[in-house]
């Protein structure tokens, strides 16, 4: 009895000895080393799906952050003081054209506008006895939405402006953009990650079938699970890693390959300065989460599946 | 050292392998366990190191109970125990001091003291020139003696062989079981399954004959007898 009981006291020690952490090591990476196409599939895998999540997460960000950026959009309606003649509307217009990011701009009368409404509205009221009400207006179109503030801003302290109004079309097109982007991102996204964790998790339960005797003979020593299965979750935790650290600097160079070489006329990308560290972050996070988690079930998978293996 | 009280074990399959064993074994004896094959040596074996639970009885290991030792207590136990088999189960693309050297580092030992009981254990089983071969390129009972080496470094209080000398020729397994006895010497406690009446007879040990699942003779000195079937 003396004997069995000493050696369970003096054991938990040995888990956390520095010979232990060397020992998982070295076997995992023998097993990296092992099958040279497994560790591609599997690298390979987590790097594409990661990728297509950080596409759909860069452009969802990048989406809030232009309809956050950009209340005024692409059109700005201008709507002069009742009083203003027309002549003046005009003389604004032909101002207005001059500035900077100022593509087009269009003066609608207030006979134009009111004929307008009234053919709009011709089925529900008979507007033909009314007067005039309306202002005369001004459309003005800019060639990136960056302007759209800095024009409606200076046209506020116009004298004869008396209402400025950035139209919500654009706005209402980003945000079903955002959603339609969001909902195919999402499925994808978990579908990918479902393929590439069972694809690791596959790579993982290889590795411990190519190992079964050593296994075996590790169950007969003395090992426990944490030592015989330590080497195979570090295994596909690392695959995953190399995945995501790939995804990563892909996704990063192809930011900052877009943010300088292509202004986007309707959309304002945010610095890629601000963008790596946190795509850094959430890549480096899914990719240890497909890692552990696949390769943590395939060990569990193996270790309740066995039984037969002294036989 | 072992004991086991009214043992019975079953398999799932409903195939009886052990029926109502009581058998007692000291601290430093050599034990044969003898019968022809599928008579319930293995499992008895195995009852040991808790690869199987008994159906019914207890099964005590150095002063332990193990017939329900739980998941976790299992390689507590089996680092104190020995175990090898007919067929070597080495890992062939290690050599010699590889292979022992990983049972160890399985069980966390660090390498100066892995170091320091390699050469002390390879000399035991006299294969001090060889800790660099590969398991390829050894005889079946230098084979053995690599597994044997493996199974006593971590100095186990018993030591259990299933059909050691299995794969051998009668030389062979007479020096096989002739290194047994200088380990039983130093001792450790062995019990030795096989069928092999050679080595059974020249060694002259403590005999326990199982037939169909029950021992029917336990003899000191012993030689290996037939029984009858039931």
């Known amino acids: 009895m003396g004997e069995l009981l000493a050696i369970e006291k003096g054991e938990p020690m040995s888990i956390m000895r520095l010979s232990s952490l060397e020992f998982l090591i070295e076997e995992a990476f023998k097993n990296l080393t092992r099958n040279v196409v497994i560790s591609f599939a599997s690298i390979t895998t987590v790097t ?5 999540v950080g596409v759909v997460g860069l452009a969802m960000v990048n989406i809030e952050y232009s309809s956050q950026h950009l209340p005024g959009k692409l059109e700005v309606a201008v709507f002069l003081k009742r009083n203003v003649p027309l002549q003046e509307a005009i003389g604004l217009a032909n101002k207005v054209k001059s500035w900077e990011g100022v593509k087009e701009v269009k003066v609608v009368s207030k006979e134009e506008a009111w004929q307008d409404l009234k053919k709009e509205l011709k089925r529900e009221v008979d507007l033909s006895d009314i007067p005039n009400p309306l202002p005369h207006a001004l459309r003005i179109k800019t060639v990136a939405p ?11 302290k116009e004298q004869i402006v008396d209402e400025v109004r950035e139209g919500r ?19 994808l996204g978990l579908f990918l990650l479902l393929a590439s964790s069972l694809i690791i998790g596959n790579a993982v339960r290889l590795a411990i079938y190519a190992r079964r005797e050593e296994i075996r003979i590790m169950q007969l020593v003395g090992a426990t699970n944490f030592f015989i299965m330590g080497p195979f979750v570090l295994e596909g935790t690392a695959y995953s890693i190399f995945g995501g650290l ?16 292509f202004p986007l006329s309707f959309f304002l990308l945010l610095p890629y300065q601000d963008v790596a560290l946190p795509l850094f972050a959430a890549i480096f996070l899914l990719a240890l989460l497909i890692g552990v988690v696949s390769s943590f079930l395939s060990t569990r998978y193996f270790l309740y599946k066995r039984g037969e293996e002294f036989e | 050292m072992i004991q086991l ?3 019975s074990f079953t398999y799932p399959n409903g195939t009886e392998a052990l029926r109502n064993i009581n058998l007692r074994i000291e601290k430093g004896e050599f034990v044969f366990l003898v019968g022809p094959t599928g008579t319930g040596k293995s499992t008895l074996l195995k009852l040991l190191y808790c690869a199987e639970y008994p159906t019914e009885g207890r099964v005590i290991v150095a002063g332990r109970d193990v017939s329900r030792l739980s998941p976790k207590e299992v390689p507590l136990l089996r680092r104190r125990l020995g175990i090898i088999f007919q067929d070597f189960r080495l890992i062939p693309t290690r050599t010699v001091w590889e292979n022992i050297a990983f049972a160890l580092k399985a069980i966390g030992m660090g390498r100066k003291e892995i170091c320091r009981k390699l050469p002390e254990v390879l000399e035991i089983v006299g294969l001090s020139d060889k800790a660099h071969a590969y398991p390829a390129q050894l005889s079946g009972g230098e084979q053995q003696r690599v597994a044997i080496a493996r199974a006593i470094v971590n100095n ?4 259990l062989a ?11 397994s007479l020096e096989i079981v002739d290194l047994l006895a200088r380990i039983n010497l130093m001792g450790t406690t062995v ?5 092999d009446k050679y080595i059974v007879d020249k060694m002259r040990k403590r005999v326990v004959t199982l037939q169909n699942g029950r021992i029917v003779s336990d003899r000191e000195r012993g030689t290996y007898e037939h029984y009858a079937s039931e």
């Open chain 1, 146 to 156: 960056q302007y759209i503030i800095s024009v409606a801003e200076t046209l506020r």
């Open chain 2, 162 to 172: 299933d059909e050691p000398t299995g794969n051998l020729d009668p030389e062979t």
């Open chain 1, 169 to 187: 079309e654009v706005a209402e097109k980003l945000q079903s953009l955002n959603n339609l982007i969001k909902w195919t991102g999402i499925s």
């Open chain 1, 246 to 261: 790939l995804a990563f600097l892909i996704l990063l160079l192809a930011y900052i390959y877009i943010y300088n070489h």
């Open chain 2, 191 to 195: 019990l030795t399954a096989t069928h």
């Open chain 2, 156 to 159: 186990p209080i018993i030591l």
């Open chain 2, 5 to 7: 009280h009214n043992v």
């Open chain 1, 48 to 52: 594409l799906t990661l990728l297509v």
